[in-house]
């Protein structure tokens, strides 16, 4: 019988390996997998590239990933901490120990969007001419300046959800599922926390995300949003 729960959270994120590039969904801390960053941060992986809008929240929930240089480097589009003294991620990023492809949200979401539908780049107005797109390919289309953005894709992908069946159909609530099925498509293993777990399949009009794009499942022992 199918059923793609796992036991602990060692569990859910075993395999992920040094040098990884990792996906975690959130978007102002909806759908934020507080359960799997914080056994990422008990870990010992390090090198990690890690595809993340708001990285405040990897630094909230697993501050030693910077604290110890873990984080190799970062594609996010809100990078700025909300206190006035620079956060560890920040520090680093200026002393030219972290990479970061600072990237506009729309464009983010496209790329990881992409990555999942094999499509390899794109063209898109949204930064031309500005420092972002310093570096990239410039084209013109029906009279405005297009810049070339590559396609992200993943290893690993931490999402959460508000409920899953045994074959990993999610239903998400509201705007927690954000980034989260798009970073499920976009890689080879996928994780998700739930916060209820359903033996019988959900309604086809219950499910968000079908499950052939979920790989292991964790019902999380603490409450999130």
């Not at 970062?74 to 520090?91: I, K, N, Q, T």
């Not at 980034?179 to 959900?202: N, Q, R, T, W, Y």
Request: proline share 4%.
């Amino acid at each position: 019988m199918i059923d793609k729960r796992v036991s602990s959270v060692d569990e859910a994120i075993h395999g992920l390996f040094d040098g990884a590039t990792l996906m975690v969904s959130g978007f102002g801390g909806a759908g934020v997998p507080v359960e799997l960053i914080k056994a990422l941060d008990r870990s010992k992986i390090t090198d990690l590239n890690i595809v993340i809008n708001a990285v405040r929240f990897l630094e909230m929930h697993a501050p030693g990933l910077f604290q110890d240089h873990r984080v190799k480097s970062l594609v996010c589009s809100a990078f700025r901490g909300r206190d006035r003294d620079p956060s560890h991620y920040e520090r680093q990023w200026q002393a030219g120990e972290l990479a970061i492809d600072l990237s506009p949200q729309g464009s983010f979401s496209e790329r990881i969007r992409a990555g999942g539908a094999g499509i390899p780049a794109f063209f898109t107005p949204t930064a031309a001419g500005t420092q972002l797109a310093e570096g990239k390919e410039v084209r013109e289309f029906n009279g405005r300046q297009c810049i070339l953005e590559t396609a992200i894709k993943g290893d690993f992908a931490f999402l959460r959800a508000a409920e899953a069946d045994r074959f990993g159909n999610l239903r998400f609530r509201g705007t927690q599922s954000n980034f989260g099925p798009i970073m499920a498509m976009a890689s080879k293993v996928a994780v998700v926390e739930v916060a209820s777990f359903s033996d019988k399949p959900l309604e086809a009009d219950q499910i968000h995300l079908s499950g052939v794009f979920i790989d292991r499942i964790l019902v999380a022992s603490e409450t999130g949003v």
